[in-house]
């Protein structure tokens, strides 16, 4: 993740990248998910708990990540004018900010939809 934004030529293709990443982490996501419904199940619990608990899980980090963003874009670049004013070294920026948050939605989104499709799968198997 840059924190420089694509030059006009390249708008484009950084928005394609942005959005590969976000792709990648929704796939994560979804196979977290799955994986983690069929452990809870081999471990014991039933499918229907392990389906409520863990989609709550991938929801509870998307609702994060949906907050996170929000601050993101509110308090980001006065974030950023604060920390020059200090004098800090960090490398921080609102635009990495943004896209760490999107890469989490996606996590929490693909979550979401990896335990639906596991629970959907685990109810015919099981």
Avoid: C, I, Y
């Avoid at 990248?17 to 983690?36: D, H, N, P, S």
């Avoid at 509110?74 to 990495?96: P, V």
């Amino acid at each position: 993740m840059s924190s420089a934004e694509p030059s006009d030529g390249d708008s484009s293709s950084g928005l394609r990248e942005r959005a590969r990443e976000v792709w990648r982490a929704a796939l994560l996501g979804a196979a977290l998910g799955a994986f983690g419904l069929v452990a809870v199940v081999v471990a014991g619990e039933t499918l229907q708990f392990a389906s409520e608990k863990l989609f709550a899980l991938a929801a509870l980090v998307f609702g994060f990540s949906l907050l996170g963003w929000s601050g993101s874009m509110f308090a980001g670049r006065g974030m950023e004018n604060f920390q020059k004013h200090l004098g800090g070294r960090s490398d921080w920026s609102a635009a990495d900010s943004r896209q760490a948050m999107a890469v989490l939605g996606g996590v929490g989104v693909g979550g979401m939809v990896g335990v639906s499709v596991g629970t959907a799968v685990l109810a015919n198997v099981v």
